[in-house]
Structure formats: structure tokens, C-alpha cells
């Protein structure tokens, strides 16, 4: 379950950066208006990102902590003594 997050967080890390890139200007404009008018245009794209990070992270933490606070699972008895549980025949002391 751990590596599946972490494969997890890695994909949406490569994903936020690439859709966060999109609003860098790339480029310089030459007016006033240009600017204004890339800078109101990439906004929304900004925020997007900004609410997809902020869900992750609130989505990763709530995981995390019930990753962290459930009962672990012990599936066998553990020995308490004795003979090994793989001895040999004719071994015993």
C-alpha cells in the first residue's frame, strides 16, 4: 500500500508541475496590455493547480493517518518456547 502512494504522489507531482508550467510566461510581451491580458488569461489556471494540490495533500494526509492509526495485522502465532517449529526428526533435547 505504501509504494502504490508513492507511485501515486510521484505521478501527480509530475502532473501539478507540467499543468503549473503552463501558466509561466514564456516569453516577453511588448505592452501593458499583453501582459495584462496573458496574466488574466493563466489565473484560472493557477487556481486549478493551486485546488489540486491543496485536495492532495488533504486527500494524502487523511490516508497517512489512517495508514498510521489502524490495529496492525498478525496473521501468524508467534512460538513461545520449546521446540523450533522446523526442527528435525530426531532432534529433540
Known amino acids: 500500500m505504501l509504494k502504490a502512494l508513492a507511485v501515486l504522489r510521484t505521478v501527480f507531482l509530475v502532473f501539478i508541475v507540467g499543468y503549473a508550467l503552463r501558466v509561466?510566461?514564456?516569453?516577453?510581451?511588448?505592452t501593458f496590455d499583453e501582459e495584462f491580458?496573458?496574466?488574466?488569461?493563466?489565473?484560472?489556471?493557477?487556481?486549478?493547480?493551486?485546488?489540486?494540490?491543496?485536495?492532495?495533500?488533504?486527500?494524502?494526509?487523511?490516508?497517512?493517518?489512517?495508514?498510521?492509526?489502524r490495529a496492525p495485522k498478525l496473521h501468524e502465532e508467534i512460538p513461545r518456547g520449546g521446540e523450533p517449529p522446523f526442527a528435525p526428526p530426531g532432534h529433540r533435547s
Open 24 to 30: 509561466l510566461p514564456w516569453g516577453w510581451s511588448r
Open 37 to 69: 491580458a496573458r496574466c488574466t488569461a493563466t489565473r484560472a489556471i493557477a487556481i486549478q493547480a493551486a485546488w489540486m494540490a491543496i485536495a492532495w495533500i488533504a486527500l494524502d494526509t487523511l490516508l497517512s493517518w489512517w495508514l498510521a492509526t
